[in-house]
């Protein structure tokens, strides 16, 4: 059996010095993936170290299991700081990871999208309005940033926030590390602290009101404890959905018949939804930590090591997907890993198709001959993590 794949046979001059966090090209992202494919395993000493896994057959098999790939021991961030607080769910393992997971799935529960979903396409159209007399506009900052934040508002109960706020904290807990971090989250807890304490003095009938009243350990929810569980929401909850909603604008307006068969066909329509996932996965990767040595094929990766679950390269593996860099939401196979895999699944997906086939079709029918202008997708990458389109500009005939 080889040693630790990070000794000098393995870890080469060019491995030493790969840094996600220094990437911000998004196609040379796409390169470095198909080069790290070829090698079963690859170890940078960027970030204090880690392991690169590319290929789906290894990222899926290591979102799967917990007891090997532990969430919990150094989080998933990249490099870990625990001291600012673990992320509710992401960064726990069972049993304390399903109590969090089953708190956050109170608020997107069946019953509770059902519901919500009038208000979605009311949502929609409140933020159209905001446009659609302009006859152009760029899709991603005043469609696709601005919906999914309302859209999670109104999901969970909270009223008069700032969605520039929100935006503004989310995209620096995403572009900072460490002791950074933990201030955000404190500013994150503070936006909904004050909503927080008046359901406690008057509950509702909402999500936020559950929130206010439940205890950890026969406590309320602390300060603190609101600050890292809304993180949860404000930052995964919707950074995900405005990427992908950006990707599949960039995508599916320049076809107008893919465009009609997504009007006219709800499975054409969840197809390219998550094709654009899956193409253009919003989270490219998260982190674990060994438990114990953990072999891949003759390659061992001892115990306490970081590994990088590259959900955007395994995405991309050829052996999986035909034509992988294509957009084709006709593919017959797309169980991507866009949303996460296994027990840390991303919570908020189901709210995140809805939100985005909601806005797709509200877009459509109110501006039916919207025609993108862009030259071609362009992409924010931050910390070599997060990926969003930088643009969508449209023109379209002007509503009243």
């Known amino acids: 059996m080889a040693q630790r794949p990070d000794d000098d046979a393995m870890a080469t001059p060019e491995s030493r010095g790969e840094d996600p966090l220094a990437m911000q090209d998004l196609q040379g992202i796409y390169d470095?993936?198909?080069?790290?494919?070829?090698?079963?395993?690859?170890?940078?000493?960027?970030?204090?170290?880690?392991?690169?896994?590319?290929?789906?057959?290894?990222?899926?098999?290591?979102?799967?299991?917990?007891?090997?790939?532990?969430?919990?021991?150094?989080?998933?961030?990249?490099?870990?700081?625990?001291?600012?607080?673990?992320?509710?769910?992401?960064?726990?393992?069972?049993?304390?990871?399903?109590?969090?997971?089953?708190?956050?799935?109170?608020?997107?529960?069946?019953?509770?999208?059902?519901?919500?979903?009038?208000?979605?396409?009311?949502?929609?159209?409140?933020?159209?309005?905001?446009?659609?007399?302009?006859?152009?506009?760029?899709?991603?900052?005043?469609?696709?940033?601005?919906?999914?934040?309302?859209?999670?508002?109104?999901?969970?109960?909270?009223?008069?926030v700032s969605v520039e706020r929100i935006h503004e904290l989310a995209d620096r807990f995403t572009t900072t590390s460490g002791a950074d971090q933990g201030a955000v989250m404190q500013q994150i807890g503070a936006t909904v602290i004050d909503e927080i304490n008046a359901r406690r003095a008057q509950p509702l009938d909402d999500y936020l009101t559950r929130i206010a009243h439940v205890e950890i350990e026969g406590r309320p929810m602390s300060d603190g404890d609101i600050a890292t569980f809304m993180t949860g929401f404000f930052v995964a909850g919707h950074e995900t959905t405005t990427s992908a909603l950006g990707t599949l604008l960039l995508h599916a307006l320049p076809s107008a018949d893919l465009r009609a068969r997504m009007l006219a066909d709800d499975k054409v329509m969840t197809a390219a939804i998550e094709e654009a996932v899956r193409l253009s996965s919003p989270f490219q990767a998260f982190h674990r930590t060994t438990v114990e040595p953990v072999d891949f094929g003759d390659v061992t990766i001892a115990a306490d090591q970081t590994v990088r679950l590259c959900y955007g390269s395994a995405n991309r593996d050829p052996e999986i997907f035909d034509k992988p860099e294509a957009f084709n939401p006709d593919r017959p196979f797309n169980t991507h890993l866009g949303f996460g895999f296994g027990r840390h699944v991303c919570l908020g997906a189901p709210l995140a198709r809805l939100e985005i086939k909601t806005a797709f079709r509200r877009l459509l029918d109110r501006l039916p001959d919207i025609q993108l202008v862009e030259p071609r997708p362009d992409y924010i990458v931050q910390l070599g993590t997060l990926i969003t389109p930088k643009s969508c500009r449209v023109s379209f005939s002007p509503k009243a």
């Open 32 to 160: 470095l993936y198909g080069q790290l494919r070829g090698c079963p395993i690859r170890h940078s000493n960027a970030q204090g170290g880690f392991h690169w896994l590319t290929r789906y057959k290894d990222v899926r098999d290591a979102a799967l299991d917990f007891r090997h790939f532990s969430s919990a021991l150094k989080g998933v961030r990249l490099p870990a700081h625990l001291d600012t607080g673990r992320l509710p769910a992401i960064e726990m393992d069972p049993p304390e990871h399903g109590f969090w997971r089953s708190l956050y799935m109170e608020a997107i529960t069946p019953a509770r999208l059902k519901a919500v979903a009038p208000r979605l396409e009311a949502i929609a159209d409140s933020v159209i309005d905001r446009f659609a007399a302009k006859g152009e506009c760029d899709l991603v900052k005043e469609f696709a940033r601005p919906l999914p934040v309302l859209g999670l508002c109104e999901t969970i109960g909270m009223t008069g």
